[in-house]
């Protein structure tokens, strides 16, 4: 992506836009040279309501423990200390019905039959949009996500809470 800190940049690299990522200096590299695919069993989307940001959580309808997203990686020298660091973008775009109810963005979820011309480079940002509308299930969960004093490892940030009726 680039040769300097993520600090150094002024800008958030850590999700990259499909509609952009092809052309936008920072990506367009990595993008013709250095995809991933980012593993994860679900999601998170704050949505803004009266009572503040209520996150939820997005993972595949069928049950399926894993969900696919569309990624770049790249390495870069730190001018600063001389280490080689690696880093990751995951590639986002518009969000399906389903999703904009809740966020104006959603991953770009791939499907196994992309992942390989995805990797290669053959498949282009056509693979990169919204997935179906029925092949997500989200719920809202406690805004102890929100803590950085929350465990990482705890599994009941993933768990369903009522939210109140606005």
Avoid at 18 to 39: G, H, M, N, Q, S
Avoid at 80 to 95: D, F, R, V, Y
Avoid at 112 to 135: I, M, Q
Wanted: net charge negative.
């Amino acid at each position: 992506m680039v040769e300097q800190p993520l600090k150094e940049l002024r800008v958030a690299t850590f999700n990259a836009r499909a509609e952009t990522v092809e052309t936008k200096p920072v990506f367009r590299d990595a993008f013709k040279r250095t995809r991933c695919l980012i593993p994860m069993s679900g999601y998170y989307e704050w949505q803004a309501t009266a009572g503040g940001k209520q996150p939820w959580y997005f993972t595949a309808r069928d049950g399926s423990p894993l969900l696919t997203a569309a990624g770049l990686w790249d390495e870069w020298k730190d001018r600063a200390n001389g280490e080689q660091l690696k880093s990751c973008t995951m590639i986002i775009t518009e969000p399906n019905d389903f999703g904009a109810d809740v966020h104006d963005r959603m991953p770009a979820l791939l499907t196994e039959d992309h992942f390989a011309p995805w990797l290669s480079g053959e498949a282009g940002t056509k693979v990169l949009k919204p997935a179906p509308n029925d092949y997500l299930q989200r719920w809202p969960v406690s805004k102890r996500v929100n803590s950085s004093k929350a465990d990482a490892d705890d599994a009941t940030l993933i768990d369903p809470i009522q939210v109140a009726a606005v």
